[in-house]
């Protein structure tokens, strides 16, 4: 088990991007934590579970729902804390 967050860059605010991440996580299965928006127009995804898994969802990731233009997926991997329970969108 791994932890990873990451910051997805591009046009990735207004386009259902924390919404389509939310569902693709819980359709991957196993996978916890959160994505939101940030002030500058990024999103970020701090997610917990099983290497491979969170490896398929940064590939989703890089292309994102229809009218989102990713332009870059920064990843960061972390030691696994267990701290959340679900995934959700974090406001």
């Known amino acids: ?42 999103v970020e995804v701090l997610v917990e579970g099983d290497k491979e898994k969170i490896d398929r969802l940064i590939e989703w990731c890089r292309e994102g729902p229809p009218y989102s233009k990713v332009t870059d997926v920064i990843t960061e991997w972390k030691d696994y804390r267990g701290e959340f329970s679900d995934f959700t969108i974090s406001y």
Do not use: C, H
């Open 1 to 42: 088990m791994v932890r990873a967050r990451l910051v997805i860059k591009g046009r990735v605010q207004g386009v259902f991007y924390r919404y389509s991440t939310e569902r693709k996580a819980k359709s991957i299965g196993g996978l916890t934590g959160w994505v939101r928006n940030l002030p500058n127009g990024d």
